[in-house]
């Protein structure tokens, strides 16, 4: 029987996947994983050492079914106009158990009520529908993973171009399998930041420039950062059928990035690992010796 049952939701995505794996691998405990039943065909193969639960945030009673009993819980959904519905109902439904469990939620970056970055203030009303509710609650903030800049080097080195649309602005990205570990130390309970909103980076700020170099390092080729206006920008996402409201995002945080938004490096990682966080240019050497891949970075 596991010390603690805890509810990771988001398994099928990218961080829900590394939290599971972390709090099996590191941990010792049976996560209980949430998953949409559109998964569970037959040729779903079931996770070594987790509990399988279908459920959908649409659905309260998959939620509070798949809350029974849980002490913690693992909150992430997809950037979306309905991510407020949807974490939201989770929250509410915490909020209804006998014993309401403690919440760790990824947020982003421009977590604000104010924000103009719109999944920053769709992240800000969760926390805050959490704290009315009183919630145990810890909001974790990252602001840019590795793996989003991981994915898009094929393109990168196929043309030796870096395109960004964030002139010379810093950015403190952090490893998702940081994210992972920080978040399962905080869902069993052993971590200094319980019931905090912490922000989470990696230990440097890149600019684009230095992003290039640390790619030509790993690569062994020449890497040049271009940068792009924000039209240009706007159109290739378009053209790669991004829908509007989203390429509107992504030019949000262009300008976030562009206003240092995103420059302070945090203690976060260290904090709570006891470790500084994983590096940029190691990550970028993994991928070259394909030892993990952007979209299984374990
Ligand atoms: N990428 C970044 O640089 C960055 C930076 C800061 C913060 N963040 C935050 O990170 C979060 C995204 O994390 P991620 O990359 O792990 O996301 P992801 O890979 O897109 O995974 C999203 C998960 O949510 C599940 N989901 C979607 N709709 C659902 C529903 N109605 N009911 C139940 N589950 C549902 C998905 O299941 P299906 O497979 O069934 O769709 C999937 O498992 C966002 O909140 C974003 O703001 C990202």
Request: charged share 20%; glycine share 8%; aromatic share 6%.
């Amino acid at each position: 029987m596991n010390p603690v049952q805890i509810l990771v939701t988001g398994f099928t995505g990218q961080l829900g996947r590394l939290v599971a794996g972390a709090l099996r691998d590191q941990h010792q405990i049976c996560p209980r994983v949430l998953v949409r039943p559109q998964h569970l065909s037959q040729d779903w193969e079931a996770p070594r050492g987790m509990e399988v639960r279908s459920g959908d945030f649409t659905d309260p009673a998959s939620l509070s079914a798949a809350l029974e009993g849980c002490d913690a819980v693992f909150l992430v959904s997809p950037v979306h106009p309905e991510m407020r519905s949807r974490e939201m109902a989770l929250v509410e439904q915490a909020a209804a158990m006998p014993r309401p469990p403690h919440i760790v939620k990824i947020s982003g970056l421009g977590t604000r009520l104010d924000s103009f970055v719109d999944s920053g203030r769709w992240h800000a009303e969760i926390e805050q529908r959490a704290r009315e509710l009183r919630l145990p609650a810890t909001f974790l903030r990252p602001m840019f993973f590795m793996q989003n800049m991981g994915r898009q080097i094929p393109g990168v080195l196929a043309t030796g171009i870096l395109h960004g649309a964030v002139e010379a602005a810093a950015i403190a990205m952090v490893d998702a399998r940081d994210i992972a570990e920080v978040a399962a130390a905080v869902l069993i309970g052993d971590s200094p930041i319980q019931g905090q909103a912490v922000p989470l980076t990696g230990s440097h700020a890149f600019t684009h420039e230095e992003i290039a170099q640390a790619l030509a390092v790993a690569f062994g080729q020449e890497v040049k950062y271009e940068r792009q206006s924000s039209e240009e920008m706007r159109a290739l996402l378009s053209s790669l059928g991004m829908p509007d409201w989203h390429s509107e995002i992504v030019l949000q945080y262009n300008r976030a990035f562009i206003q240092g938004w995103a420059s302070q490096v945090s203690d976060t990682v260290e904090q709570v690992l006891g470790r500084a966080p994983r590096r940029l240019e190691d990550y970028f050497a993994e991928l070259a010796t394909a030892s993990v891949s952007p979209d299984d970075p374990r």
